[in-house]
T-cell receptor
């Protein structure tokens, strides 16, 4: 099993550009989530999904969209990139939301200039 | 509100010694806690978890202790090795099924 796969690993965007961060898992987990990690801030929840067709907002959702058309994929879209979105983004999946460990991808380091 | 914090931002230990990383949480209703290890440039990696109906849980070289009276969680690493050098995060279950992370403790192991 590959686990949780994120692409790309690195990305540089100009302010105002849009892009999609990809996330796929092969563990048949229903629960998937996106976090951002900033220095001194730990990981903060952006959006999450409890199953295909269901998404909801987390702690810091502004400027991001998600969709969940399949169990395996959970892409994160930046609508109009801003320097404040410079961060490391992690996708995670778990078998049971908040009751079993979450498996994390390797992260996407995004820089917005 | 829900929050998870750590007592120490950095911890330096000698190789072979035991390490103890502490964590405080604020939500007395939290029922699931987890420790992650994050190496530079990598995603968080699961170490061990514990549910609120337990006080202690042991893994390979690691032990998690939960003190619900004072809302305190600790991770003990026995015979710390250079490969244990990383940032360690504690997390608790949030109301959205997510994990609420603390800011992390950087563990440095001196040879």
């Amino acid at each position: 099993n590959a686990g949780v796969t994120q692409t790309p690993k690195f990305q540089v965007l100009k302010t105002g550009q849009s892009m999609t961060l990809q996330c796929a898992q092969d563990m048949n987990h229903e629960y998937m989530s996106w976090y951002r990690q900033d220095p001194g801030m730990g990981l903060r929840l952006i959006h999450y999904s409890v199953g295909a067709g269901i998404t909801d907002q987390g702690e810091v959702p502004n400027g991001y969209n998600v969709s969940r058309s399949t169990t395996e994929d959970f892409p994160l879209r930046l609508l109009s990139a801003a320097p404040s979105q410079t961060s490391v983004y992690f996708c995670a999946s778990s078998y049971e939301a908040g009751r079993t460990e979450a498996f994390f991808g390797q992260g996407t380091r995004l820089t917005v200039v | 509100g829900e929050s998870v914090g750590l007592h120490l931002p950095t911890l330096s230990v000698q190789e072979g010694d035991n390490s103890i990383i502490n964590c405080a949480y604020s939500n007395s209703a939290s029922d699931y806690f987890i420790w992650y290890k994050q190496e530079s440039g990598k995603g968080p990696q699961f170490i061990i978890d514990i549910r609120s109906n337990m006080d202690k849980r042991q893994g390979q070289r690691v032990t998690v202790l939960l003190n619900k009276t004072v809302k305190h969680l600790s991770l003990q690493i026995a015979a710390t090795q250079p490969g244990d050098s990383a940032v360690y995060f504690c997390a608790e279950r949030g109301s959205q099924g997510n994990l609420i992370f603390g800011k992390g403790t950087k563990l440095s192991v001196k040879p």
